[in-house]
């Protein structure tokens, strides 16, 4: 089915990142703003998109426009029952094709995004761009990203690219989502009435989510939702989902007024003289934070707690869920404590798995969580690991009808 809806810190640190309620959401069909283009210099006009008229197919769901619903339609899901998540204990590039091909009959139209994360420098435990190439050859897929939020290569299109392709990831098109621009999708959440993404996304009819489930600093595990929620949202999404929403000023008698920051910023929100940023204008768009030369912009990590995070995660998996077709394959390898984001080499923290494979998000991490518990004889190994227990990302997932923890598990061997 077709959908056709439609700061960077300087912290040169390592770590981050990669980084309602009960209420439905809207019944109708979201409207979808364009803004200002992540990891280029130059702020965009804004505009905003009509809303398109939306035949609703499936009783419930709102977003459908095809004859079946989306796989991430948490209306299907209700009525799903348990979700059938596929197992393989291969890990080969034959094994991903093989375990794809259970799942396929979800994925629609000609033009498929392949989501991957493709390393960082120094990270040697990060999935390697020959694991999915046949999958992706075999599809004609476009290999896509996003820029994420702290300084480094990752930061710019241009050197995102060059690393990915340093890394082997040569075999297909590389299209980082925000580089096009950003969307806004308007929901209807506890924490959120709009969510930010990579425009680029709305070129493709479906997506293949291709995640390494492995630990996360923030959200205790890394696998689907998080590839999705984080992994698709654009800069000022990556900021919206970290902290407050505006940077914070450190040193600003430093301030050499060189006016990048005022040039950059689309709302004229920063005045010099001093150096300050005006709350009720700023919109978080994290520009500011890439572009001073003395790092005096920076995202204010501390200032959101670790259950809200969850939920921001759970939210915005959620919005992009409505929008876009999706399908999911998790590879439980290298399961590391840090997330591939991290440019130190790792060790991982127990012994490879297997690989995934559902049209449920929240199922497949449930799925791949049950398997690392059960191998690692816990009752939850990423908190042991990394401080921080990730169930709470189920029961908010529950709440908001993202999908279901219920799952049969099918062995494909
Ligand atoms: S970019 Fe940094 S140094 Fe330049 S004017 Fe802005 S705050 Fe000052
Ligand atoms: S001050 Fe301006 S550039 Fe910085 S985050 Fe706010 S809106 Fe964006």
């Known amino acids: 089915m077709k959908r056709l809806y439609p700061l960077f810190l300087s912290l040169t640190l390592l770590v981050f990142s990669c980084s309602g309620s ?96 493709f390393g960082e420098d120094m990270n040697v435990t990060a999935i390697k761009a020959s694991f999915p190439e046949l999958l992706v050859k075999k599809l004609g897929a476009t290999l896509i ?17 060059a690393l990915a392709k340093r890394f082997g990831w040569t ?40 995640s390494h489930f492995k630990g996360h600093g923030s959200a205790g595990f890394g696998g689907a939702i998080k590839n999705v929620s984080m992994g698709l949202a654009s800069i000022g999404g990556k900021m919206a989902l970290h902290a407050t929403g505006i940077p914070k000023i450190v040193n600003p008698g430093k301030c050499i007024k060189c006016k990048k920051c005022v040039k950059e910023c689309p709302v004229d929100a920063i005045t010099l003289d001093p150096l300050k940023i005006d709350k009720k204008k700023c919109i978080g768009c994290g520009s500011c934070i890439g572009v001073c030369p003395l790092q005096l912009f920076q995202v204010p990590w501390e200032s959101t707690k670790k259950n809200v995070f969850h939920e921001r995660l759970i939210e915005y998996a959620k919005a992009i869920s409505m929008h876009k ?17 991290k440019r130190t080499p790792q060790i991982p923290f127990t012994k490879d798995i297997g690989i995934l494979a559902s049209t449920d998000m929240v199922a497949i991490d449930k799925a791949s969580f049950d398997l690392v518990n059960k191998q690692h004889k816990c009752e939850d ?8 227990s990730p169930k709470v990302q189920f029961e908010y997932a529950k709440i908001i009808k993202l999908g279901t923890a219920e799952y049969e598990l099918i062995s494909i061997d």
Do not use: W
């Open 22 to 117: 009960k209420k439905e959401e809207k019944k109708e069909t979201p409207s979808v703003k364009t803004t200002m283009k992540q990891g280029t210099s130059a702020p965009q006009t804004m505009q905003v998109v009509k809303k398109p008229a939306t035949p609703s197919v499936h009783k419930e769901c709102p977003h459908s426009m095809g004859k079946k619903p989306h796989s991430g339609c948490p209306y299907a899901n209700r009525h799903k029952g348990k979700a059938k998540v596929f197992f393989t204990k291969s890990l080969t590039p034959e094994a991903v094709v093989a375990i794809y091909d259970k799942i396929k009959d979800s994925v629609s139209g000609k033009k498929i995004g392949f989501k991957v994360h």
């Open 145 to 161: 990203e996003t820029n994420v939020l702290y300084v480094g290569k990752r930061r710019y299109t241009k050197s995102h690219i």
């Open 171 to 210: 075999y297909a098109p590389i299209h980082i989502l925000d580089s096009d621009g950003q969307l806004e999708l308007p929901v209807n959440f506890k924490h959120y009435k709009n969510v930010r993404v990579g425009k680029g996304i709305d070129k493709y009819d479906s997506l293949v989510i291709f």
């Open 325 to 341: 077709n999706m399908v999911y394959i998790n590879v439980l390898k290298n399961i590391t404590r840090g997330c591939d984001c």
């Open 381 to 388: 190994a990423f908190k042991k690991e990394t401080g921080v």
